[in-house]
Every structure is written in C-alpha cells, then in structure tokens.
C-alpha cells in the first residue's frame, strides 16, 4: 500500500492517490472531513484558517460507501486559490504578470534557497509552494481512511501535546478514550488544564513578540496485535519507518519511542520491560517503556511515539537573509503566519502514524478484501493464543 500527493498551497488543489486499499471497506467522506477540521483547529493558527474550509471530495476507488480494491483518488480544494489565480496560473501568462509575487529572498530555516539552488529555480515561490505545511490536508485525509482500516480491527489512535515552547504539560496516563475526549475539548490539545492555560499564554506571548513556537506532540495506538513489522530487514522494522513518516512532516526535526532519548541515562534494569503471561491475557509487559516496539515488531502493548517539531519559520520577528538577486543582506519581512501549529501537528502526526501502522497490518495479513484480511487476522491471533 502506498500514496503520493500533489499540489501547492495556493494552487487549485491537493490530491492524494492511495494505491492498494483492500476492497469493502466502508469510507465515508463525512469521517475523512472530522480529520480535516481537528487539523484546522489549535490555538494560535494564522488567519489563512479562517480562508479554509477543508472538505474532501473522492473521486475515485470508492463505490457506495466502500472501496472497490481500485486506487482512491482524493482531492481537496484550496479556498484561498480566488486570490491566487493569476500568480499560480497554470497556463502561462503575460509577461508582467510573470513576476507577481515573486520570491527572490529565502527565509531561514525554510527549503527555499536549498530548494532553489537544487531545481535551479529563480523564483523561490516554485519551492515554498510544495514545502508549506498545507500539505499535510491531504496527508491527514488519507491518514484517515487508515484510522477507518484500523478501526475495524479495534485499533484506536490519540494523541495529545506534551510540550509548547518552554511549556511542558504533565503526561496523563489516562483511558484512550478518555484521552480522546479531553484533547479534543483542550485549544492546544494537551490534558493537563495547568499546562493548558500556560500554553495558551505562552502563544500569545510569542504572538506579541513576533514570534513562533514549536513543541512535542505524542500518539498512541492501542490494540495493535504482537508481530506488526519485522526483525529481519531494515526497512521492514516499524520503529523504522514511523520514524520516517514523523520526520516527514514539515517542521519536524525528531522522534522517539517510549522513554525515548530518557534510555540514555537510565540503567538498563529501568528500561526494559518485564515479560509476564497469564492464561486469560497470554503474554504482556509489565511497563512500557519501550513504546509497544522491540525489534522492529509491535509487542503487543500500545506504541507510544513522540515528535519533535520545531518553532514555524516564517516569522514577522525578521531573521537576517541574503537576496538572491542582488546578493545584499536583508532582513526577511513576512504578510502572514501562524504563531504555533503544534496542536495540528498532533493530529497530522495521528493521522501519519495510523497510516504507517495500518500499512504493517497489512504487510501481515495482506488480502484483496476485507474478508480476507480479517480470516488471516483471526487464525494468527489463534496461533497466539495456542503458542
Ligand atoms: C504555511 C504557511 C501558511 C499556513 C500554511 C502553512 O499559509 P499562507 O502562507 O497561505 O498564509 O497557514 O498552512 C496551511 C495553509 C494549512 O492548511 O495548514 C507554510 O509556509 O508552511
């Protein structure tokens, strides 16, 4: 199973093509547009959210409610492209026109100058409009056919914000459900109501400063079964390629599982977890602090996965840049950003690793169908169960 995406932040659209869903499962658009709108929400967001309303349209692959085994097609329009059509034309235009909006001076911390000088463009907009975090729409909106697949299986996804800036919120240990429900009342998504009014202000302090917020964000999947991914190869460990997908997303510059990069200082009979069995449970943990993942392969217990993301870097606090015309130094001066995005890098980061997770499921009970998959399902987790 794997997708592509396309499209700029202010074209016309983002479209995702998912190739190698499993026919008869129920996807419904109503369930991909929850996604999009938690993704829009959290404090501190710029006003380019109030343009957007993000709706998704399939048009392909799904048939009645179900998908057919054929590639999906997704797409969703961008609201703001009205004011955009002219410089984003896709038919070439006048020459007057060509340098509306032009950009010739790379903001730090961005692609566009390495991306500039890599695809020799002269105008930096052909990079920032591929780079930005828009992007992540439809990454959300294929994450949540995954979450759909998953579901299906009893697998849950949550996720909660662990860190704003200097921030840092008190981890609960609550029910998933439970966790569900606090996020998605909380503006920054975080459970702990200490944390959550001090985030709230530290936004609005670097707001005030001109300046921008990164954070931790951390998602849960519970119900995964013993086995996803695998020991033998590189690129089949799913630590591996979570790993992948979280860095993947704009802005992030970490990850880790469990007690993560805490491993380093501890002794090693304070980060492995006991191995306990019963006959009612079979085999569990008796902490974990590895995150649900030893070898490359799910144990089991929840996979606990957290993401670093960095402070946005399009900031109205100027950093010192270098034209790339004229060479001169200048100081970057911006027409519009969001103060912090982390509380919609939690969902995106949910909707990234259900997709993940939902690709090893069925690397392991790979079948065409639905029918087929949940068979394969069923008799492993009664070889399990009998081992
Ligand atoms: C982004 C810059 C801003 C954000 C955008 C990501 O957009 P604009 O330049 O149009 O004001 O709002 O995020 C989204 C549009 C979104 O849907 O999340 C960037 O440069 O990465």
């Known amino acids: 199973m794997r997708y592509l995406t396309a499209g700029e932040t202010h074209g016309p659209q983002l479209t995702a093509i998912i190739e190698g869903l499993p026919s008869n499962l129920n996807v419904l658009a109503e369930d991909i547009n929850f996604q999009l709108a938690r993704r829009q929400k959290g404090y501190g967001r710029g006003l380019r959210m109030q343009i957007e309303k993000d709706t998704v349209q399939i048009v392909g ?34 020459e007057e026109s060509e340098g509306k909006r032009r950009v010739s001076r790379p903001r730090p911390g961005h692609a566009d100058l390495n991306g500039g000088l890599k695809y020799n463009q002269r105008d930096l907009r052909n990079i920032l409009e591929r780079s930005s975090a828009r992007e992540t729409t ?41 966790l569900i429900r606090i996020t998605e009342e909380s ?17 609005d302090a670097a707001k005030a400063d001109g300046d921008t917020l990164g954070g931790v964000v951390e998602v849960i999947i519970e119900g995964a079964p013993v086995g ?45 977890d006991e191995i306990l069995h019963s006959e009612d449970k079979g ?3 008796r902490t974990n602090r590895a995150g649900g993942l030893e070898g490359g ?24 840049s270098v034209d790339i015309d004229t060479k001169e130094v200048f100081t970057a001066q911006i027409e519009r950003s969001d103060t912090c995005a982390v509380p919609a890098a939690g969902v995106i980061m949910e909707n990234v690793v259900a997709w993940e997770v939902a690709q090893a ?5 790979g079948g065409d169908s639905m029918e087929e998959i949940r068979r394969n399902y069923d008799s492993y987790l009664a070889q399990v169960k009998e081992y």
Request: aromatic share 8%.
């Open 138 to 178: 439809v990454r959300v909106a294929v994450g949540a056919i995954a979450r759909a697949f998953l579901a299906e299986f009893g697998i849950k996804v949550a996720g909660q914000v662990i860190r704003i800036g200097d921030v840092e919120a008190v981890r609960q240990d609550l029910p998933i459900d439970e």
């Open 187 to 203: 503006p920054v998504r975080v459970a702990d109501k200490d944390a959550e009014a001090k985030m709230v202000a530290a936004i």
């Open 61 to 94: 692959g799904i048939r009645h409610g179900k998908t057919t085994g054929a590639p999906v097609a997704l797409v969703v329009e961008n609201r703001d492209w009205t004011h955009w059509t002219k410089v984003m034309s896709i038919e070439p235009v006048e």
């Open 297 to 320: 392969m799910t144990t089991g217990e929840p996979i606990v996965v957290r993401g670093v993301m960095k402070p946005i870097s399009t900031l109205y606090k100027a950093l010192q």
């Open 228 to 272: 996803l991914g695998s020991h033998v190869q590189w690129d089949r460990k799913l630590d591996g390629r979570i790993a992948q997908a979280v860095v993947s997303i704009q802005a992030f510059k970490g990850v880790e599982f469990g007690i993560g990069f805490e491993a380093a200082q501890r002794r090693g009979s304070h980060v492995h």
């Open 361 to 365: 499921f069925l690397d392991k009970f």
């Open 283 to 285: 085999f569990e943990r």
